[in-house]
């Protein structure tokens, strides 16, 4: 399931293809990757064809383009040419294994192809935008942009607009998002009275961590995952968004070193995870900082909301009798 980090990388890659391009034709290959587009296939390539990509924005693990009118539409009579609001944008749900991948018409179709872009020339630039998805959990659809609850963007973007897509209106902000009220996320998360873990996993409080962030969050705060969230100071709430913040931030220099230019390319975990996790994944393994100071404790895995838990016994200790 690739987490923030790669879904950023794959919006950073894939806005510099096909921001300004207009989608010249459609063909769906396997209307399975359609299934959340009520309206089917042919409303989906109808409503595409013509339209101008203006951006690509995302918020928490939600990635979507703005298309701009088709500009075969004749303005008004007797009214002047205007560029009104998007009202409508592709939505691109990655799900497992969900791929989009710019590439030159020679390239063959691979293997497990859903959708095909075409886009008018730009340059050098690849012509088709691919979505690929070999275990189908991933989709695009179309969805309407809505106006943001706050009057500010709706997600990271190039040209940001107070407008998002109606299926990501639900989530909060994510820590990346230079909008993310920390104020307003402490306030809530106070008043949530649950456990810290279950509490970051919540999209409508914090969106976009998931459930490797949140051990590796954690673990960086020393704060364990059951601490009621009504208990937790200011300070300790600053800290474990800041490490959630730290370790997606390089998740996403990592991801940006490997990137290829000519494919937009998200396959989950990348080599980042099994060099830097300190946390996630490492049961029985030493706790790196308690090694530093010189005591072996090594790393829990505990069951959680039908998940996996890590956590270092020692400095990240389970809360008792409710005291702190
Ligand atoms: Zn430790």
């Not at 995302?58 to 609001?85: C, E, S, V």
């Not at 995952?225 to 009504?230: F, K, L």
Request: include cysteine.
């Amino acid at each position: 399931m690739p987490e923030l980090p790669e879904v950023e990388v794959v919006r950073r890659g894939l806005v510099s293809w096909v921001r300004g391009r207009t989608i010249t034709s459609v063909d769906v290959l396997d209307p399975r990757s359609l299934r959340r587009h009520a309206l089917g296939p042919e409303d989906f390539a109808g409503n595409l064809e013509g339209a101008r990509v203006l951006d690509v924005v995302r918020r928490g693990k939600f990635l979507w383009m703005p298309l701009a009118d088709t500009p075969g539409d004749p303005a008004p009579h007797n009214q002047a040419p205007h560029n009104p609001a998007p009202a409508v944008a592709l939505m691109a749900h990655l799900g497992m294994s969900g791929q989009l991948l710019m590439q030159d018409a020679r390239v063959p179709d691979e293997k497990h192809l859903k959708v095909r872009l075409r886009l008018s020339a730009a340059g050098d630039m690849p012509e088709q935008l691919r979505f690929v998805d070999q275990r189908i959990f991933g989709g695009l659809f179309l969805t309407s942009l809505i106006p943001t609850d706050d009057g500010g963007p709706g997600g990271l973007a190039e040209t940001p607009l107070p407008l998002i897509a109606e299926e990501a209106s639900h989530i909060a902000r994510d820590p990346l998002d230079p909008h993310f009220s920390f104020d307003a996320f402490y306030r809530r998360l106070r008043a949530r009275k649950t456990g810290l873990k279950r509490a970051l996993l919540d999209q409508g409080l914090v969106s976009g961590i998931g459930n490797i962030y949140a051990d590796e969050a954690l673990w960086k705060a020393q704060l364990h995952y059951a601490r009621p969230t009504d208990t937790l100071r200011r300070a300790e709430a600053l800290r474990v968004l800041d490490a959630a913040r730290d370790v997606m931030t390089d998740a996403l220099a990592a991801g940006g070193t490997s990137f290829d230019s000519l494919y937009v390319n998200v396959n989950g975990a990348s080599g980042y995870f099994e060099r830097s996790l300190n946390a996630y994944g490492r049961e029985g393994l030493p706790c790196r900082r308690c090694a530093a100071a010189g005591r072996v404790s090594p790393l829990l895995r505990e069951q959680f909301m039908n998940r996996s838990s890590y956590t270092c016994p020692v400095c990240q200790p389970r809360p008792r009798n409710g005291r702190w």
